[in-house]
């Protein structure tokens, strides 16, 4: 299938979009049952996970703008046993895009870690 031109920057931007959302959902979800323990370190953690989310949050803004800057959007984004399909659109055709789930697991979890050095570096830790 031959692509429009610009169509690889668009799809650039809307893998990084799933995972930043992805991650946000998570982080949000962990936040909530974190709140509901008793560890040690609950303040630390609450502050790396805090810091985190609005890292997330700003990057996600951020690719979302992205997205409408090259005239894309995402139609829908639907989550099924074994992948997260989306259809997309962009220069007015449809376009259906597909990640698994264990790749989407994967990739969360290396970008939670580079949140996390970034916030070690910022705060000297």
């Known amino acids: 299938m031959l692509y429009p031109k610009g169509y690889d920057e668009f799809e650039a931007l809307v893998r990084p979009y799933v995972l930043l959302d992805v991650l946000n959902r998570v982080i949000a979800c962990d936040q909530r049952v974190v709140m ?6 609950l303040g ?3 502050r790396l996970l805090d810091h985190v989310s609005v890292k997330v949050t700003d ?3 951020r690719t979302r ?6 005239e894309g959007r995402i139609i829908e984004i639907r989550q099924e046993d074994d992948a997260r399909e989306m259809d997309v659109e962009y220069e007015g055709s449809q376009y259906h895009l597909s990640m698994l789930n264990e790749l989407i697991r994967s990739e969360c979890e290396e970008m939670f870690l ?3 050095q970034s916030y070690r570096r910022q705060t000297g830790g």
């Open 114 to 116: 580079r949140y996390v």
């Open 44 to 46: 630390a953690i609450r």
């Open 65 to 70: 703008h992205g997205l409408r800057k090259v």
């Open 59 to 61: 990057d996600l803004i």
């Open 36 to 41: 509901e323990t008793s560890l040690k370190f």
